[in-house]
């Protein structure tokens, strides 16, 4: 197509029905339905995900996990987040501070609340937090886009001294919290041509914050989730947030089920691939082992009967 902008589609990961035409035809989600499966179900409602890192060399993909996690993608936290009373923002927490490791340079005014999206590319925070990025990192700031970007000099002075970024969020905006560290490579993403021309000049690249007009807007997007791993259980309506690792591609998924409620993870027994039905094949298998049982047992009788008399 011969535009700049189109609609993309987006593939809803909630295990809630979905209504396209009214609320009285409900459609199962793509989570449920693999869940239903009758052969192979995933083993509970839930997923994981992080979207990889495309600026390191080699690039690093984005790991999405059904019924469960990734082990190597990730340094496991035992924090875990309830989700929030908006069923269309789940994955609410509260971002206490934000700092630079290289100056201890606070970005963050005041904690806030913010919501965890993979539909967004950005991080929204408040104008402060902005200014203060915009001042620790050099960036130059465009009205008419409403975008931050970084030239090509900034850029090389920041690639040898790697600023590391320091999100501190927890299920409240005090209390316990987790540290998500963001390095420098997953801050600076590819600009428009029309930008680079116009704007930072040939080599620059965007930097991907945006400015929050209001409160609801504080998000955290892919780009956060370039350096996080977040994990969704819908059975236990709790999510847990931790550091996001970079396996190398020789590495193979260590895929760990997350098991439902009421099944013991301490079972050996239970794997990913336990079905919630018997089929045909076991069935058949215990029919004809109890006729097996039974027989023997007659047998057993008759003999110790005919010895007896």
């Known amino acids: 197509i011969i535009t700049r902008n189109f609609t993309l589609g987006s593939l809803a990961l909630t295990p809630r029905p979905i209504n396209f035409t009214d609320y009285n035809t409900p459609v199962l989600s793509l989570l449920q339905n693999l869940r239903n499966q009758k052969d192979t179900p995933i083993p509970s409602l839930s997923w994981s995900y992080t979207a990889g890192a495309y600026n390191l060399a080699p690039k690093v993909f984005g790991s999405l996990v059904f019924g469960g996690y990734d082990s190597n993608c990730f340094v496991y936290k035992t924090m875990t987040f ?16 934000i700092a630079i490791n290289k100056t201890q340079q606070h970005l963050l005014s005041a904690p806030i609340v913010s919501y965890i999206s993979t539909l967004v590319p950005d991080i929204w925070l408040p104008f402060d937090a902005c200014a203060a990025f915009q001042d620790a990192f050099h960036l130059s700031y465009s009205n008419d886009t409403e975008t931050f970007y970084i030239n090509s000099t900034q850029h090389a002075k920041n690639l040898v001294s790697n600023p590391i970024v320091s999100f501190h969020v927890g299920p409240e905006i005090s209390g316990a919290w987790v540290v998500i560290n963001m390095p420098y490579w997953n801050f600076y993403l590819a600009a428009n041509v029309a930008d680079t021309n116009t704007i930072i000049g040939e080599g620059g690249f965007r930097f991907p914050i945006r400015r929050a007009a209001k409160d609801t807007q504080y998000v955290l997007g892919r780009a956060f989730l370039q350096s996080a791993y977040l994990t969704a259980d819908y059975e236990r309506n709790i999510f847990n947030l931790s550091q996001a690792i970079y396996p190398s591609s020789s590495t193979k998924e260590d895929i760990v089920p997350i098991l439902p409620l009421g099944m013991s993870s301490q079972d050996p027994s239970v794997t990913a691939a336990t079905p919630t ?13 109890v006729a097996v049982t039974l027989a023997s047992i007659a047998a057993i009788v008759f003999i110790f009967y005919r010895r007896k008399k």
Request: charge should be negative; glycine fraction near 14%.
């Open 82 to 97: 309830p989700f929030g009373s908006d069923i269309s923002m789940d994955f609410q927490v509260g971002i206490q501070t």
């Open 277 to 289: 039905r018997l089929n045909t094949t076991v069935i058949a298998g215990i029919a004809i082992g």
